[in-house]
C-alpha cells in the first residue's frame, strides 16, 4: 500500500534551516504499531499521520509519533501538518481557520496573509491552554546540574503543561542558553523533557533564544519546538518578561535558524506562528507493515 508523503520545513525563513517534520496522509489503514514503526525508521522528531476527523467541527486528524512514543499535542508537526492537508487538497469547513483535531482537543490554525517570494506558507496555531508548575528543589538541582548550570544561574523555573510537560529555565543570556553542553544520559534518567530560553542582547533581530532537549523522547535536542514555545509565551507574557508580540529563535547550536513568531490578541489567545516550505513529496511504501 503506498500513501501520500511530504516532509516539510517549520518556522524557517528559508528551505534547510527549521525543524523538518514527515507527513503520511490518509493514513487511516495504519493501527499506532505501524505508525510507530515508520516514525522510529524515519528518525525525525516528529512524524504525523493524516486521518478523516471523528469529532464534530474538526477538518482532519492527526497522530504525532517521535521515535521514542507518541504525543498528545505538538507545535511544529500542527502547522506542518496543516500545511501538507492543505497542500493535499484538503478544504477546510472556515476559509480563514483549519481546525485540527488532535488528543488534546480541537487545535484552531490559521493563514496569514505574510508570504514569501519562495513557496512558503505562514500559518499559526492557537497556544492551547498552559498549566504552570513549581519544580520541586532536588529535581531543578538535578537538571541544573545536568546542564552545567548552578541553582542560581536560573531566573525562574516552571513546569510548563499544554499536553507535552516542559521543565523551563530562564536564564539571564541568550549566550549562556548556547553555550549549554547538556549531560543527555543524566537528562534521559531523570526521564523530563527540558527547555531552556533567555532574552537576547539588545538590538539582536529576535527577543529571546530558545533550546529544548528531549533525550526521553529519542531525540537529543529539538531543532524548533513549537508546543515549548506556545507555553514559554503564555509564561513569559504572563509574568512581565516578553511583549504580546515577539520572535524568538531556536536551532541556533544546530546550525538552524529557526523562527518562531509570537502574537497575543485582544482576547488574550497566544497564536505561535512560522513559514512552512515544502521539501519533498511523493509516496511511502507501508505495505510491509
Not at 525525525?44 to 499535542?73: H, K, N
Not at 537529543?220 to 509574568?239: C, H
Not at 518562531?260 to 482576547?267: G, M, P
Request: net charge negative; glycine share 10%; aromatic share 6%.
Amino acid at each position: 500500500m503506498n500513501l501520500p508523503f511530504m516532509q516539510l520545513d517549520v518556522f524557517a525563513p528559508r528551505s534547510f534551516c527549521g525543524n523538518p517534520l514527515a507527513v503520511v496522509l490518509d493514513a487511516d489503514a495504519l493501527d499506532g504499531a505501524c505508525m510507530q514503526t515508520v516514525a522510529t525508521w524515519l528518525g525525525l522528531s516528529e512524524t504525523t499521520f493524516v486521518l478523516r476527523p471523528t469529532e464534530p467541527g474538526a477538518d482532519y486528524r492527526l497522530r504525532i509519533f517521535t521515535p521514542g512514543g507518541e504525543l498528545p499535542f505538538a507545535g511544529h508537526p500542527t502547522l506542518g501538518t496543516c500545511s501538507a492537508w492543505l497542500q493535499h487538497g484538503g478544504v477546510p469547513a472556515r476559509a480563514d481557520t483549519v481546525m485540527q483535531q488532535s488528543a488534546i482537543g480541537l487545535v484552531p490554525v490559521k493563514r496569514s496573509d505574510a508570504t514569501n517570494a519562495v513557496a512558503a506558507q505562514r500559518l499559526a496555531f492557537a497556544a492551547p491552554p498552559m498549566r504552570p508548575e513549581a519544580v520541586k528543589p532536588d529535581l531543578l538541582h538535578q537538571v541544573c546540574t545536568a546542564l552545567g548550570l548552578t541553582p542560581a544561574d536560573v531566573r525562574a523555573s516552571a513546569w510548563l503543561d499544554n499536553g507535552p510537560r516542559w521543565l523551563t529555565l530562564w536564564l539571564g543570556t541568550a549566550d549562556t542558553v548556547l553555550q549549554l553542553e547538556p549531560d543527555h544520559v543524566a537528562l534521559k534518567r531523570l526521564r523530563v523533557k527540558v527547555g531552556v530560553a533567555a532574552p537576547q542582547a539588545p538590538g539582536h533581530e529576535t527577543a529571546i533564544e530558545v533550546r529544548a532537549f528531549v533525550s526521553p523522547a529519542g531525540v537529543l535536542e529539538d531543532p524548533v519546538t513549537g508546543s515549548l514555545n506556545a507555553s514559554l509565551a503564555q509564561w513569559l507574557i504572563g509574568n512581565g518578561e516578553q511583549p504580546a508580540h515577539y520572535v524568538a529563535a531556536q536551532g541556533t547550536r544546530l546550525g538552524r535558524s529557526g523562527r518562531v513568531h509570537i502574537a497575543q490578541d485582544t482576547q488574550g489567545q497566544v497564536w505561535v506562528g512560522g513559514d512552512v516550505r515544502m521539501v519533498l513529496q511523493g509516496q511511502i511504501d507501508v505495505h510491509a507493515l
